[in-house]
């Protein structure tokens, strides 16, 4: 049976289930990590270990469907320091050995955001301990880990054309602490102490077509300029592609596609980091729901592969048993969201046919 066919089949039974027959697929969805890899694309999700826990049919879907992950929490600053100068490594080790069993590659995440810092970090810092702060922080995380990740998220979502600065930057606290050097300090202490993994510039709404997208991509590649002429070890940009489908402005214009030419035109991979589709402002009825946020999926992906430089995809979740936007953006009709590729049985919804139909469409890397 040749792919479509498969997946006409899946389909049915995913119809089925959509109306609420009940049925369930006997087989396992073609695996989108095998998708990818055919065309030598990487394809993963966001990771944390309570899900598995929770869902051991949402751990072999994991493992069916990805070839690389991200910590969702155990890497983030909040996550491995309760206490100044106390780390906790237990979670993220585990993932970290629990993904090397299984061959999947590991995305760091992240080391310097302005959110998700422990209460004792936001005390402490000022213009004179800020930049200590940092180094001790990028030295222990990445210290630990080196050799080990295929990737580090050294710098996360730093742009805001909202903070008015004409560089585009976020008045972060990392910004107003140690200035704009921030970032290149970042980087260069991440190369230091781990040599071999990738270093990238993690950043949302690059996607979107509107003054504020065009605000972003703009201040994006002043950055990535300023940075390279420097010679800061700086290697990819990572997307994250929060996506809403109610958003007539993504993908709005050809901006993001001559904004992946300009990235790539300057060395940088580029990796899909976080995406997912909202549907909390869709229409109730569940069928056309999925359609919609399908479609979005197919547009966004079909697109952004077009561009050979883009590595690797990596959703935000993968099953809606698991997902963020229930608890930060629920539907006001109290219905459960459904902005992932799987459903709250790991079935295949419309979003995984858009997920395969992108990949297959996609040229091939090598
Ligand atoms: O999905 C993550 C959520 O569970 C956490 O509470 C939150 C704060 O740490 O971070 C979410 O993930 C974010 C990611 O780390 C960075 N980009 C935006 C993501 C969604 O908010």
């Not at 479609?295 to 698991?322: C, E, H, I, M």
Request: charged fraction near 25%; proline fraction near 5%.
């Amino acid at each position: 049976m040749n792919r479509r066919d498969f997946n006409k089949m899946l389909g049915a039974v995913a119809v089925a289930e959509l109306t609420s027959l009940g049925a369930r697929a006997e087989t396992a969805a073609i695996p989108l990590k095998r998708l990818a890899d055919q065309k030598r694309i990487m394809f993963g999700s966001c990771l944390a270990l309570k899900y598995f826990n929770q869902s051991p049919t949402y751990k072999d879907l994991f493992l069916s469907q990805c070839d690389i992950a991200t910590p969702e929490l155990h890497m983030k600053w909040d996550s491995l320091s309760r206490q100044p100068g106390e780390y906790d490594f237990n979670n993220a080790d585990q993932l970290v050995m629990f993904c090397s069993t299984n061959h999947i590659k590991v995305r760091g995440h992240t080391l310097v955001w302005h959110d998700s810092l422990p209460a004792w970090v936001k005390e402490r810092l000022s213009p004179s301990s800020a930049k200590g702060v940092m180094f001790d922080h990028i030295q222990t995380v990445a210290g630990h880990f080196a050799g080990k990740l295929y990737s580090w998220d050294v710098v996360n979502e730093a742009l805001d054309p909202g903070s008015q600065r004409p560089d585009g930057l976020r008045a972060s606290p990392w910004l107003q602490n140690i200035g704009v050097d921030y970032i290149e300090q970042a980087f260069r202490a991440t190369a230091k102490v781990d040599p071999k993994a990738l270093l990238i510039w993690n950043e949302n709404y690059l996607e979107v077509s509107n003054g504020f997208g065009d605000a972003k991509r703009q201040a994006m590649v002043s950055q990535l300029d300023r940075l390279l002429a420097r010679g800061v070890p700086i290697h990819g940009v990572g997307l994250e592609a929060h996506l809403r489908s109610d958003q007539s402005n993504v993908l709005g214009d050809t901006s993001y596609e001559l904004f992946l030419g300009e990235l790539a035109k300057r060395g940088m991979k580029i990796f899909i980091t976080e995406l997912d589709v909202q549907d909390s402002t869709l229409p109730a009825d569940v069928g056309s729901r999925d359609r919609e946020v399908a479609n979005l999926y197919k547009k966004f992906l079909t697109t952004s592969l077009r561009q050979p430089a883009v590595k690797g995809v990596v959703t935000w979740g993968l099953s809606d048993s698991f997902t963020w936007i229930s608890g930060y953006r629920p539907r006001k009709d109290g219905l459960p969201v459904r902005p992932l590729a799987f459903d709250v049985n790991c079935q295949p919804k419309p979003a995984y046919y858009a997920i395969a139909d992108a990949l297959e469409a996609a040229p091939s890397r090598v």
